[in-house]
């Protein structure tokens, strides 16, 4: 770590009170020294990868961190902060800030960074010590783990007088100990451990040294695989079969999980193994005292890592169905966008070109038209499988892929679609969920997860799609398709109301999700109706909103924002015009009574608007930059500008309505005499 981090930066007087501006106050020492070439875009991914999951630990830590392509060279910064900042943590705010920066893939970088520093950080000694050093390259030192060698002390005579002294009593006890008589020393309980977390960037390793230390006060043998994002080195099978039980402590799948199978398991969130590591080998030393022990497939589903155990079956079922979406909208984006640069070049006829394996050339426009179309539409005869898979998996991993797949791929060919596909996957997961709980005996277990389970589950799925709910979820989306093509006048225009509420209410969350999932069901066909382009129109549309007006307001207004708030208003105005809704979500976290209902507000105009004026879009993503693709582009544009411009103008008068926020300060070029002139009150020393 000697070059990762040096004097330069370490500030032992962080003066920022907003998580934002600590990392960018420790951001701008990397881009002085050459480290960061880009120091909005640096942030942008480091409030990216805060968005995932708060980075503040309990003990005063926090560790906001990101792997970034504006970064030259992996680089450590060290800020300590007399009042705390708050990085959501538990237990309160954050004295000690760590900002981590690696280059993007540099995986290897990351492991040398964070095997070392995230593991110190457990240590009461070493933070306490970094608490009261006086001087940054001092801070530097220690968090490097410099260490001046001490001369070695020369052998006095009455030093070895006394080692001389000692050595026959000491050998006594040793012989005593030796003695045939001793009782045999008693076999410590083992546990071995999996951490791992989103990025792979410290959670991991911290867990791991929390679970490492708690087992050493209990007198317990922790045993850890740290899962990093460069990989991991599996644990030895015989560890594994002599451990008394096991821990997950994980906010992604575990890799390999059947090798655990068989033995008392605890399942939970990595922040979990880091705050109360105790507990949890407590818990699993109760599970083996009962005779607790998992079959098949142990623990939790991938998608159950940021919870605990005693999550309610909705919580659940929402976090199965946003696994499937998850994994389906990368091949929204990639065919749906190549379908619609294939209508594009090749006009609304390309759909009834030959296919370019009997007829292409290289010289006409529409036959690269009719390529881009006909790979456009084999990526989307992915979706209703991968929409199934990938539920089944979150409910129960990797078996649940293959008749979740079976299931999805059956669904398109009874023309059940996306409800169908809903359904399979559903079907899937719980069908192998209820195989798991079968006791197979030990010998039969290595087959299971290869054969038996896709066997048994793929017939079971597919007898029940073919056969017995395969006819009615087909009725049913017909209906609802037929439904869609019917809307018209002020029916279409209540749904794009209703739509852009769903769009604006969580800012890329589970609501946000839906609406766009049901967007993207309508144009994932070759030839979608005019109805279903209109919903995507409405839905993009009215996405774009939020980001583009905090964007806007913190320009019109800058007074009513923080200095951190204004900066993320510059890059809200990229993220908008890209159809990112999420760019909305730091002003949403700091001020959701204000910047959420006035949202909400603009998206339902804004969709409202384009189902009115008929815009139509193909494409399902993209946002400005599709515009040639859209139908009626200026009135669509005109939709998006009158609900940027009421979300502003709501957000400007319900901020003007309260106090100026303490950290507010006036934007360059805005008066300050106003706020001191309205307080007529005396202001207490």
Request: glycine share 12%; aromatic share 6%; proline share 6%.
């Amino acid at each position: 770590m000697s070059d990762m981090i040096t004097a330069d930066l370490v500030d032992l007087d962080l003066s920022a009170d907003t998580k934002e501006a600590a990392a960018r106050a420790l951001a701008e020492r990397m881009v002085a020294l050459g480290r960061v070439t880009d120091l909005d875009g640096f942030l942008a991914d480091v409030a990216a990868r805060e968005a995932q999951m708060p980075t503040g630990l309990d003990g005063g830590i926090g560790i906001p961190h990101c792997r970034s392509e504006h970064v030259t060279e992996p680089t450590l910064a060290f800020g300590r902060s007399s009042d705390g900042i708050d990085f959501g943590a538990t237990d309160g705010p954050a004295d000690l800030i760590f900002l981590i920066a690696a280059p993007a893939g540099a995986d290897d970088a990351h492991l040398t960074i964070l095997s070392s520093l995230a593991r110190q950080l457990m240590n009461t000694e070493f933070t306490d010590a970094l608490r009261s050093v006086g001087d940054a390259g001092a801070a530097a030192a220690l968090i490097r783990g410099d260490e001046p060698e001490a001369p070695e002390p020369a052998a006095s005579e009455d030093t070895v007088a006394s080692a001389g002294a000692a050595s026959p009593a000491a050998a006594t006890v040793t012989d005593d100990d030796a003695g045939a008589g001793s009782a045999p020393e008693e076999r410590p309980f083992r546990i071995v451990a999996v951490t791992s977390c989103p990025t792979g960037i410290a959670h991991t390793y911290m867990a791991a040294e929390s679970l490492e230390n708690a087992g050493r006060e209990a007198g317990v043998e922790v045993t850890v695989e740290t899962q990093g994002s460069a990989g991991f080195t599996r644990l030895d099978p015989e560890v594994i079969a002599a451990a008394d039980g096991v821990i997950f402590a994980h906010d992604v799948s575990v890799r390999e999980k059947d090798r655990f199978a068989g033995k008392p398991t605890v399942d939970v969130g990595v922040k979990a193994g880091i705050n109360r590591p105790a507990e949890l080998i407590a818990e699993v030393r109760e599970k083996a005292a009962r005779g607790e022990v998992t079959s098949g497939s142990p623990g939790s589903t991938p998608v159950e890592r940021t919870g605990d155990s005693g999550e309610g079956y909705g919580t659940k079922l929402r976090k199965w169905l946003m696994s499937g979406v998850s994994y389906m909208v990368p091949f929204v984006a990639a065919g749906g966008l190549l379908i619609a640069l294939g209508f594009a070049i090749g006009g609304y006829k390309v759909n009834k070109a030959p296919s370019v394996m009997d007829h292409f050339l290289w010289t006409q426009a529409d036959s690269w038209a009719a390529l881009l179309f006909q790979i456009g539409g084999v990526a989307f005869g992915f979706l209703v499988p991968v929409l199934a898979g990938y539920i089944a998996y979150g409910m129960a991993d990797r078996p649940g892929l293959v008749p979740g797949f079976v299931g999805g791929a059956i669904s398109l060919t009874i023309n059940a679609g996306f409800l169908g596909g809903l359904a399979a996957g559903l079907i899937a997961g719980g069908v192998v969920i209820a195989i798991q709980k079968v006791n197979i005996p030990a010998a039969l277990r290595g087959i299971m997860p290869v054969v038996v389970i896709p066997l048994i589950s793929s017939a079971i799925v597919g007898f029940l799609m073919f056969v017995v709910i395969g006819k009615p979820i087909a009725q049913a989306q017909k209906g609802m398709t037929d439904w869609l093509n019917s809307l018209s006048g002020a029916n279409a225009i209540l749904l794009g109301t209703l739509l852009g509420l769903m769009m604006c209410f969580d800012l890329g969350g589970p609501v946000n999700k839906v609406a766009y999932t049901f967007a993207t069901a309508g144009i994932a066909v070759s030839d979608p109706s005019d109805s279903a382009m209109k919903i995507m129109a409405a839905v993009m549309a009215a996405g774009m909103v939020p980001p583009l007006a905090m964007a806007l307001a913190t320009t019109v207004r800058g007074k009513l924002f923080n200095a951190t708030e204004r900066e993320n208003g510059k890059a809200a105005w990229v993220l908008g015009a890209s159809f990112i809704s999420e760019g909305a979500i730091p002003f949403a976290a700091a001020d959701p009574l204000r910047v959420i209902p006035a949202s909400m507000a603009g998206g339902a105009i804004t969709g409202a608007l384009s189902m009115a004026f008929g815009a139509t879009l193909r494409a399902p993503h993209g946002g400005i930059f599709v515009v040639p693709l859209i139908g009626n582009p200026l009135l669509y544009l005109v939709a998006i500008a009158a609900g940027v411009c009421v979300t502003t103008a709501l957000v400007i008068v319900l901020k003007g309505m309260r106090k100026q926020a303490p950290g507010a300060t006036a934007a360059p070029g805005e008066g300050t005499a106003a706020p001191a002139a309205e307080s007529k009150q005396p202001v207490a020393a």
